[in-house]
């Protein structure tokens, strides 16, 4: 059972990350969408301002809420983010509410009472915020599910792959069983390897998409993400089979190069120095991934 300021902690902890991660997908959809699906862009906007909406509320309520190690981590903003939002909306015209950003650059963590905080209003307040997060997240799934099954019957024409749209609807339900669980006072009821599984797939994932997405004249950096994707595939493959002190070891080392490589894919990016179909807020967006699972790889090699 989660106390009172380990709920109000984790809760806004985890919306900070993950609402931002859903309203960029939302946004990605918008901009791959073709311009004769207005109904569809129209829903991708509503939802993606959705979430905007709760995820400011929730960078107001977590300043001196949230633990400094996480705002060190650069999962929820990086030193990119900001530019890669005004890049990104100047080059297609589509919204994004770049004030977020900015408030969330200017959050600090824990106070060194954080007692004064944690109050039961406070309690109340991010259980609220966590529904309504669940309520907006059925809708997104739900709209991405419907999505798939158009471009799987070929009925509408998107700039994103199938796996891609499986991919964000498989992190939303995986953002839903953390909200479902911290609304119980309960952390996730996972083994290790379940967890290390669906992180290390995503990296993998992130690294076939890189590969799918970079000029085919980036010979040297496509080849780089293709051994990542294999990599981390066949530390899905092994992870029962290892050692948790190994598994946990080599996920940690193959992490720690793949963020480098987002890293510096995100900095080519934004400079015009690499080839490619990739978006500057996709490249941010899967850099601050990483950071997140380096810092939960970090914590389970303690």
């Known amino acids: ?47 993606k301002e959705g979430f905007e909406q709760l995820l400011s509320e929730t960078v107001h309520y977590a300043d001196r809420a949230v633990s400094e190690n996480v705002i060190n981590s650069n999962e ?79 009925k509408i024409f998107i700039t994103m792959y199938n796996e891609m749209l499986d991919h964000i609807t498989h992190e939303a339900e995986y953002y839903m069983v953390l909200l479902k669980n911290l609304q119980n006072r309960e952390l996730p009821k996972r083994t290790l390897c379940e967890e290390l599984n669906f992180w290390n797939h995503l990296m993998a994932e992130h690294a076939s998409f890189i590969d799918g997405m970079l000029d085919p004249s980036e010979r040297d950096l496509k080849e780089t993400a293709r051994n990542f994707a294999e990599g981390f595939e066949k530390l899905v493959r092994e992870c029962i089979r290892m050692a948790e002190n190994r598994i946990i070891r080599e996920s940690l080392q193959l992490t720690d190069g793949i963020r480098d490589f987002k890293r510096a894919g995100t900095e080519g990016i934004l400079r015009c120095r690499i080839k490619s179909i990739i978006p500057p807020l996709l490249a941010d967006h899967v850099l601050r991934e990483a950071n997140l699972y380096l810092r939960l790889l970090r914590t389970m090699n303690q």
């Open 1 to 47: 059972m989660l106390s009172n300021q380990d709920f109000i902690r984790l809760s806004l902890e985890t919306n900070l990350f993950f609402q931002r991660i859903m309203k960029e997908h939302l946004f990605f959809i918008e901009i791959s969408l073709a311009p004769v699906e207005t109904a569809l862009i129209s829903e991708a906007k509503a939802l």
């Open 76 to 154: 929820m903003v990086t030193p990119y983010t900001l530019r890669a939002e005004e890049l990104n909306s100047m080059l297609t015209g589509a919204g994004i509410n770049t004030e977020i950003t900015r408030a969330e650059y200017e959050l600090t963590g824990l106070a060194s009472f954080p007692e004064s905080y944690f109050r039961e209003s406070s309690e109340s307040v991010v259980s609220n915020l966590n529904q309504r997060s669940m309520s907006l997240l059925e809708r997104v799934i739900g709209f991405q599910k419907r999505l798939i099954s158009l471009v799987s019957g070929c």
